[in-house]
């Protein structure tokens, strides 16, 4: 079971550290897990030593019971390195083995980087002719309103071109007469004819 003064100190010293910096210690889950290392300890212990501080505990005091039991340190970089050393021809095939992969990833990016390019070509096209597309039904819908507003005004023009005048009354009559005589003006005009022929 953990102490319950050790929160009471983590707390102050996370308050402490918040006064200082100016913002919440963000690695207290890190402190957590490191805090009982043997590193850590050892520094601690060095450090105490230099200070003489009486209030840092020794390290075997700030073992916590519920850790497992410490296991030995690892092979350091350095070792590691000389021991490796001793076997070169296989650090050769290992350089082979990462040039290889390394020559085919860059193969493997330039055929994906190629189909893209594919791609987006593809793509582009497509989208050109669909605009072309639209742009050809939207001339043809024009040319539909258009000749619908031609029927349309063929249609008024006839009404008025069949109506009986001598039934209205005489201000109206020489309105649709005026206007009878503008539209055949036009359908002349249109025609090419120089108009009825006079008698």
């Known amino acids: 079971m953990q102490c319950p003064w050790l929160f009471v100190q983590v707390k102050d010293a996370i308050q402490m550290y918040e006064g200082i910096i100016g913002t919440t210690f963000k690695f207290i889950h890190c402190w957590y897990i490191l805090r009982n290392e043997m590193k850590w300890n050892e520094w601690l212990a060095s450090m105490s030593a230099s200070n003489e501080d009486p209030h840092v505990q020794p390290a075997e005091e700030n073992l916590d019971p519920t850790l497992p039991p410490r296991i030995a340190r690892p092979v350091g970089r350095d070792k590691g390195k000389k021991a490796r050393s001793s076997t070169a ?23 994906v980087e190629a189909a893209s390019n594919k791609d987006i070509a593809s793509r582009s096209d497509r989208k050109l002719a669909l605009q072309e597309e639209q742009l050809q039904i939207q001339k043809a819908q024009v040319q539909i309103q258009q000749e619908m507003l031609q029927l349309q005004k063929e249609d008024r ?32 005009r249109d025609d090419g004819s120089s108009g009825p022929s006079r008698q």
């Open 89 to 111: 021809s296989s650090s050769s095939a290992c350089l082979e083995v990462l040039q290889k992969m390394s020559m085919d990833r860059s193969a493997y990016e330039e055929r």
């Open 157 to 188: 023009e006839e009404r008025v071109m069949s109506m009986d005048v001598d039934k209205m009354t005489p201000w109206v009559r020489e309105y649709y007469i005026n206007k009878q005589k503008k539209i055949s003006a036009m359908s002349f």
